[in-house]
């Protein structure tokens, strides 16, 4: 009968504890920033404003959030080592009882050599003949002359082989030890009642508090990672005409379910509001009116809404508190933002869409929304009043460039560096297809196929012209499942993007959107693109491709439409081509009617065709005059057949 028994060494419980840890340690290390597990000092812009943000990006120590992350992952993976380095130095006690290995013999020796061998060990072990060492006892001794003895006698032996062959042991049936892995001193007597305090906390108020957090709170989000009472806020808040600035207003007011109620001293937010209301003047009343902010009862939007705009307008904060505030709410609006943006193209309106998209540029270079006039701006050393004068005098980056190398101005290399991987993006080619088809026929699924790259806006590094593209890989690539093509052979996306003021490392992102310009009606839902190639002259192939799949409308006409391709990193720089879709009838029913001749214009069948709108065959004044001329021939002949008759 099986023996339980706890296990007093603590073996056991040593392997469930090491199994526990590393089930949450692993997913937790995986899940660490990329800033802890990617070397980002080459990859991305080089002018020294974004390495030095970089370089105090991987410093994680200086994030309270990776600092203690970091701190969790150091402690647990070092009392894991711990852990597993007493598995290893463990001793196994459950060793299976094996005779040939205690004699030290194979297991096809024969008994004549099993009694031979066992002559030579008992010379050697026999307590009356062993000379004891420094470190030896006379009951080692004796114990180990009686395992040489027991395991010889289990083999020459009929009885105790038996109970080997039967039992696995030379003295028979044994008990079977199963240990718990619980150390002795858990279930000791005296600690009985910590032990019965320590379940009732665990399994009596931490779990069932936990499982009721996790089901509650996913109850009050989203699909989209927000509080349902934000979405409900953004559905109510969203108009057809909604521009950028109620677009702002409308995500200030997310921030009351979206953020909890922090402390801190009121004199530095409203040091800090006083300081936007200088820069904005009436403006700022206008944005407090557009997310609700005036009343006391909204303290916690009002907190976000000044950070926010403090971040917008560049401002600095001295509290360091404040700080790690403004980065938390910056690095949780891309979340809100595409729950504001999915509101918007359930309705198609293309107004708030492009807004909400262009609101992310905006705050990913702090510059006040929908002053395009401050573009300039988000190169490295040029402020925001400078910028305005700047835009009047040119109006793109090259004109900039080479104005301030006229001037001969010092922050034009670093400018340079900036621009060097910008992220203007090239429509190399845009086009509906069908697959397996030359032309769009009624309701069949269109794909929509743009070919992009970017073209940073520089002499040293310009592209070639393209030209005509080769599709040689379109049906292909319309049959694979990918969204995207694969990266070219030898190309390579910018990496990170130009952006100083954002909390984090930015990936530049682009939205692909068809829509109606006569309508104001988005097409289709728009498509997120990354990773698109550096133009490279060099290369014969430096665009990538990406496709939007959507059915054909039941017509047959033409459909004037446009492409946008909105950047949610770089402000005002925004692609667009005219695009037009033609619905065109399958090529079988018009050579059909092509065999078929128009109706005449006075038949039956004409004048069908006429009240439907269709085509009919003019009658000819030639064919008149040829039936009139039968019809009197005719008659002529009738009348002088009767008089014939007549004289008759």
């Not at 190169?379 to 400078?386: H, Q, R, Y």
């Not at 670093?414 to 297809?433: H, N, P, T, Y």
């Not at 001329?629 to 009738?638: F, L």
């Amino acid at each position: 009968m099986a023996e339980y028994h706890y296990d007093e060494s603590g073996n056991m419980a040593v392997y469930f504890l090491l199994t526990f840890l590393l089930v949450i340690l692993v997913p937790l290390t995986l899940s660490s920033p990329a800033s802890f597990r990617r070397k980002q000092g080459k990859d991305g812009c080089p002018c020294q404003q974004c390495v030095d943000h970089r370089a105090n990006l991987q410093q994680g120590f200086l994030n309270p959030k990776a600092r203690r992350r970091t701190i969790i992952l150091l402690v647990g993976w070092t009392f894991s080592a711990f852990l597993a380095y007493r598995v290893a130095s463990a001793k196994i006690e459950n060793k299976v009882y094996n005779p040939f290995e205690i004699l030290g013999i194979s297991s096809g020796t024969t008994v004549k050599d099993i009694k031979s061998h066992y002559k030579k060990l008992s010379k050697k072990f026999h307590p009356d003949k062993v000379k004891l060492g420094m470190n030896d006892t006379i009951e080692a001794v004796q114990a180990k002359f009686v395992e040489i003895t027991k395991a010889y006698k289990s083999l020459t032996d009929e009885t105790i082989r038996e109970n080997l062959e039967r039992y696995g042991h030379p003295d028979g049936r044994q008990e079977v030890s199963m240990g718990i892995a619980l150390p002795k001193g858990i279930v000791e007597g005296r600690n009985r009642l910590y032990v019965l305090a320590a379940y009732g906390v665990i399994f009596g108020a931490m779990l069932p508090a936990l499982v009721g957090r996790w089901w509650f709170g996913n109850r009050e989000k989203t699909k989209d990672g927000v509080n349902a009472r934000s979405a409900a806020a953004f559905f109510k808040s969203l108009t057809e005409e909604s521009g950028i600035d109620e677009v702002v207003g409308t995500l200030g007011k997310s921030f009351e379910w979206e953020r909890s109620q922090l402390k801190s001293k009121a004199a530095e937010l409203d040091e800090l509001e006083s300081r936007i209301k200088a820069k904005l003047g009436s403006k700022w009343a206008t944005l407090k009116q557009f997310a609700e902010v005036g009343k006391e009862q909204y303290e916690t939007r009002r907190r976000a809404f000044i950070l926010l705009y403090a971040h917008l307008l560049r401002l600095s904060i001295s509290s360091s508190s404040l700080r790690a505030e403004q980065s938390n709410i910056l690095l949780q609006t891309p979340t809100l933002l595409n729950s504001l943006l999915n509101i918007s193209i359930s309705r198609n309106w293309l107004v708030p869409t492009l807004a909400v998209m262009r609101l992310h540029a905006y705050l990913a270079q702090a510059l006040i929304p929908g002053e395009s006039s401050l573009r300039y701006a988000q190169l490295p050393g040029i402020s925001e009043s400078e910028a305005e004068v700047l835009s009047r005098e040119t109006n793109a980056l090259q004109d900039l460039v080479q104005t301030l190398e006229e001037k001969g101005d010092g922050r034009v290399g670093e400018i340079k560096k900036a621009v060097s991987k910008w992220g203007k993006l090239e429509i190399v080619d845009a086009s509906f297809k069908v697959i397996g088809e030359r032309i769009v026929t009624p309701l069949s699924i269109v794909y929509l196929v743009v070919k992009l790259r970017i073209s940073p806006p520089t002499a040293e590094v310009s592209a070639k012209p393209v030209g005509a593209p080769k599709n040689g890989n379109d049906e292909e690539f319309l049959i694979s499942r990918k969204d995207a093509e694969d990266m070219p052979e030898g190309a390579h996306d910018g990496g990170w993007a130009h952006a100083p003021h954002w909390p984090a490392n930015r990936k530049p992102g682009w939205w692909i959107v068809l829509a109606d310009p006569k309508s104001l009606r988005v097409i289709v839902p728009p498509m997120k693109v990354t990773d698109v190639p550096i133009a490279d002259p060099s290369s014969s192939r430096d665009y990538r491709s990406y496709k939007l799949q959507f059915q054909a409308p039941q017509n047959v006409q033409s459909f004037p439409w446009r492409l946008h391709l909105v950047s949610d990193t770089f402000v005002e720089e925004e692609a667009t081509q005219d695009i037009t879709l033609t619905i065109s009838q399958p090529e079988q029913e018009q050579e059909a009617e092509d065999e078929i001749s128009d109706p005449e214009e006075d038949s039956l069948a004409g004048q069908m065709a006429m009240m439907r709108g269709g085509t009919v065959k003019k009658r000819q004044d030639g064919d008149d005059e040829s039936d009139d001329e039968s019809s009197t021939d005719d008659d002529r002949k009738e009348n002088e057949d009767s008089s014939d008759s007549d004289s008759d």
